[in-house]
């Protein structure tokens, strides 16, 4: 495959923070910048989402119970799930 010289400006903790996940790795920047874009663009990307709508429908209920007025619009935001509850 052909390649192509992509040049992008990003704040440089951004570019530490690259060069750090690239180095922890074993790879360069370059092909650290490659799989995520790789990532973001394809198959594992559309994996992660199903999954995701998967989780919510099979909990749908339990979730619905647990965080229902709130997920709703109909609570009113001031406490936790939790919070209030004895």
Do not use: W
Not at 50 to 67: G, N, R, T, W
Request: no cysteine.
């Amino acid at each position: 495959m052909a390649k192509t010289q992509l040049n992008v400006r990003v704040d440089e903790g951004t570019a530490r923070a690259a060069r750090e996940r690239a180095l922890s790795r074993g790879i360069s920047v370059n092909r650290y910048i490659e799989e995520l874009v790789r990532q973001d663009t394809g198959e594992v990307g559309h994996t992660f989402v199903q999954a995701a709508a998967d989780f919510m429908k099979q909990y749908e209920s339990v979730l619905a119970e647990e965080f229902g007025a709130e997920a709703e619009g109909r609570g009113s935001g001031a406490r936790g799930p939790r919070e209030g509850r004895r």
